[in-house]
């Protein structure tokens, strides 16, 4: 069964100052992997994804992530923090080879950038 | 933005009422969910749908149903709504897999219910 964990429940980071949220995966074979961030009573907007290829993915905003398939893992990363990316980020997975299957959604982290 | 809508935005009602929370998607997706979120923020898939009369459960137990008898809208009722039914509701859809598979989900704005 696939499923996927974010480790930090609150992640806290000066503006200006790079920021890592991270995730890690379960899923049999190679997965897809998502990252959405959710502003407040908003629904969650699409941010970037990894199939195949480049291990970094570059997405909206300026975040990037890095797939690690050794150590199943899909952080998410942005040189400089911003005020303004405070916000719910969740992370992603599904199994390529089962298209029938669902997203499995991590628990969420929540962002703050502080000034 | 993504072309899917929810109708409305909040609403409070009081216990007992029968309410039914709108999703409408414009972008011709085959494959539609409901999630419910909790105020800790974690997301639970409650129903969802690969077509025109196809509808499953989700993951987490609903007293919700769903329709789907046109592609673009898959309302969720409940019946009989109750306090512990207060939450946030997201709809999402995604395209067929001739479409840009692999897919990401697309959100709509979400419905704050709460129940008095």
């Known amino acids: 069964a696939q499923s996927v964990a974010q480790p930090e429940d609150q992640v806290n980071v000066a503006e200006g100052n790079p920021l890592t949220v991270k995730c890690t995966y379960s899923?049999?074979?190679?997965?897809?992997l998502f990252w959405y961030v959710q502003y407040p009573n908003r629904g969650l907007q699409f941010l970037l994804k990894?199939?195949?290829?480049?291990?970094l993915v570059k997405g909206s905003y300026g975040f990037e992530a890095e797939f690690n398939k050794s150590q199943t893992s899909f952080h998410l990363k942005k040189p400089s923090a911003l005020v303004s990316d405070s916000a719910l980020y969740f992370c992603?997975?599904?199994?390529?080879?089962?298209?029938?299957?669902?997203?499995?959604f991590g628990p969420g982290t929540r962002l703050s950038v502080l000034p | 933005e993504a072309d899917i809508y929810q109708t409305p935005r909040y609403l409070v009602i009081g216990t007992g009422k029968k309410i039914t929370l709108e999703c409408s998607q414009t972008?011709?997706?085959?494959?539609m969910y409901w999630y419910q979120q909790d105020p800790g923020m974690e997301l639970h898939l409650i129903h969802y749908?690969?077509?025109?009369?196809?509808?499953e459960k989700g993951d987490l137990s609903s007293e919700s149903t769903v329709s789907r008898i046109r592609t673009e809208h898959f309302p969720l009722t409940l019946e009989s709504a109750r306090p512990s039914h207060t939450s946030q509701y997201l709809c999402?859809?995604?395209?067929?897999?001739?479409?840009?598979?692999?897919?990401?989900?697309?959100f709509g704005p979400g419905t704050r219910l709460t129940v008095t």
């Open positions: 992603a997975v599904r199994d390529p080879d089962n298209y029938g299957q669902n997203f499995v």
């Open positions: 899923v049999s074979g190679n997965p897809y």
């Open positions: 990894y199939i195949t290829g480049d291990n």
């Open positions: 749908s690969y077509g025109v009369n196809s509808t």
């Open positions: 972008m011709g997706h085959d494959k």
């Open positions: 999402a859809s995604s395209p067929p897999k001739d479409r840009g598979y692999p897919y990401e989900q697309y």
